[in-house]
């Protein structure tokens, strides 16, 4: 059964940093692409980053572009989203999520087939 399991979310102060960890199991975690995506309050879900299954090519939405950074570590199956420069604005839930292919991690939903139960990051003063 697949498990991904987000950690590292917390409050923060503008300008701060943050780094999100995800735990995989249940699959062979370097067979598959991954990226991490975000809900803010009132909001649908939001692409923010993805990677490819061997962790050599990656891609950020503009809104987090030079500020986040996604990375994994497929000896440990985990994902990573260091996150750096935060504003209020990047206050939402951020959930990792599993790309069906080893090649896709963008922004279309109907890529993807397992997410984390999330984890809330907020960002405020």
């Known amino acids: 059964e697949v498990h991904l399991v987000e950690s590292g979310g917390g409050l923060v102060q503008p300008g701060g940093s943050l780094r999100l960890s995800c735990a995989a199991s249940?699959?062979?975690?370097?067979?598959?692409?991954m990226s991490w995506v975000r809900q803010a309050p009132g909001k649908g879900l939001e692409w923010v980053s993805g990677?490819?299954?061997?962790?050599?090519?990656?891609s950020d939405a503009d809104s987090v572009k030079g500020r986040f950074t996604i990375s994994r570590d497929n000896a440990k199956n985990t994902l990573y989203l260091q996150m750096n420069s935060l504003k209020p604005k990047d206050t939402a839930v951020y959930y990792c999520?599993?790309?069906?292919?080893?090649?896709?991690?963008?922004?279309?939903?109907?890529?993807?087939?397992?997410w984390g139960q999330g984890t809330q990051v907020t960002v405020s003063s």
């Open positions: 999520a599993k790309s069906k292919f080893a090649w896709y991690y963008g922004p279309d939903r109907d890529k993807y087939d397992y």
């Open positions: 249940g699959f062979t975690f370097i067979n598959y692409a």
């Open positions: 990677i490819s299954s061997g962790g050599d090519s990656t």
